[in-house]
């Protein structure tokens, strides 16, 4: 595996590559690899010729100063992970590299509704952050598809509409969320959970599973009523949301029939560690 530092050292690569490089596939981390981002780079080994991850903890999209802090870094193991699932190319920019004007002068992007809702709302700025690092990113890069994991959800569809308002040449590759053996859906905070409160991590795939049985037979608020009072119940410190959806808008849904596509989606506390996880139904 290559490791690139320098934006201008990649456009040599891409240069080199040729044609290649139209059918890459890029992988944004923000490091701390699980087995989740390393399904996302085996979905874009399968559909590229080149394989390009890259990490950076982009400090632009923490609304919170101390989850900045705290963002668990594992560079050592994160590039042995990547090497040994045969990354090809790895791109590990520093701070000055990815934002040479500094990263307070950003253009806001026009993300329409999905800024005010959800992790819009609980995380001001979040969104904002995203689009500045992924649009510099694919800038740099310059991939044929970006491979994303579908546990983040709403991030999926704020960069689906970053490439069409940037009208970007890249596809957005959206990929399963991989889970623990209890459910727990794969993330780089799970390892800042205490061994008490990763016991207590699975109620929210346990509750969005019940949600799922009860969505035909008992109002839609009040599932998701019950859901966030059984995480308190379970040991969770606070819940941001609990929320039934249209997967199109991420507006409430109001009502649920067989056929109708919904997505769950869940925000909460455990201690200072916040947790999110969503299904499709
Ligand atoms: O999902 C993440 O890890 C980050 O938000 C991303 C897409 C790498 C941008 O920093």
Redesign the pocket.
């Known amino acids: 595996m290559i490791i690139l530092h320098k934006a201008a050292d990649l456009k040599i690569h891409a240069q080199k590559a040729g044609n290649n490089w139209k059918k890459s596939g890029f992988v ?3 490091g701390a690899l699980h087995d989740g981002h390393l399904s996302l780079l085996k979905a874009a080994q399968e559909k590229s010729d080149l394989t390009i991850a ?1 990490i ?3 400090p632009s ?1 923490f609304n919170d100063p101390e989850d900045f802090k705290k963002y668990p870094k594992t560079i050592a193991t994160d590039i042995r992970m990547l090497e040994e699932a045969g990354c090809d190319i790895l791109f590990l920019p520093d701070v000055t590299e990815m934002y040479p004007h500094g990263w307070q002068q950003s253009e806001p992007y026009d993300l329409g509704g999905l800024i005010d809702l959800l992790e819009g709302f609980y995380r001001p700025g979040h969104f904002q ?2 689009c500045q ?2 649009h510099r ?1 694919l800038e740099i890069v310059a991939p044929g598809g970006i491979f ?2 579908q546990k ?1 959800f709403q ?1 999926c569809m704020v ?1 689906q509409r970053l490439i069409a308002i940037k009208n970007l040449p890249v596809q957005l590759h959206t990929c399963p969320t991989l889970r623990e053996a209890d459910g727990l859906a794969m993330s ?1 905070r799970n390892i800042r959970l205490s061994p008490k409160e990763r016991a207590k991590a699975p109620a929210i795939y346990r509750e969005i599973l019940l949600i799922i049985n009860n969505l035909g037979n008992t109002p839609i608020r009040t599932l998701e009523g019950s859901a966030a009072k059984n995480l308190l119940e379970a040991g969770f410190t606070s819940v941001d949301y609990v929320s039934i959806t249209t997967p199109e808008t991420l507006k409430p849904l109001e009502k649920w029939e067989a056929g109708i596509p919904a997505v769950i989606l869940v925000a909460a506390f455990l201690g200072d560690v916040r947790l999110i996880d969503n299904m499709l139904v």
């Open positions: 944004p981390t923000m890259s950076f903890v982009n999209q952050g995203v690092v992924v990113l994303m994991g983040d991030q960069v780089s």
